[in-house]
């Protein structure tokens, strides 16, 4: 999948984890997300995330990241 905006993907192992999960960081925060388990749905945050950004920024690519970490 592509983006045009930088990932940053953290790796957590966590023992209790019964099915891999990720968590988005909140765009202008620290705090992370609910986490969210279908890979489809991963991949319709980034999209809508970086549409949303390039329709307020007018531009073609941003270098503010999307942040994930992913439980497994």
Avoid: N, W
């Avoid at 930088?6 to 209790?16: E, N, T």
């Avoid at 969210?36 to 991949?43: D, E, F, R």
């Avoid at 809508?48 to 329709?55: M, P, V």
């Amino acid at each position: 999948m592509g983006t045009r905006r930088p990932l940053i993907l953290q790796m957590v192992h966590d023992l209790s984890a019964l099915k891999p999960r990720c968590q988005f960081q909140d765009e202008d925060s620290e705090e992370y997300g609910s986490p969210i388990i279908s890979a489809t749905a991963v991949a319709d945050v980034i999209r809508s995330r970086t549409e949303a950004l390039l329709k307020k920024t007018k531009t073609a690519v941003l270098p503010k990241p999307i942040v994930m970490r992913d439980y497994h």
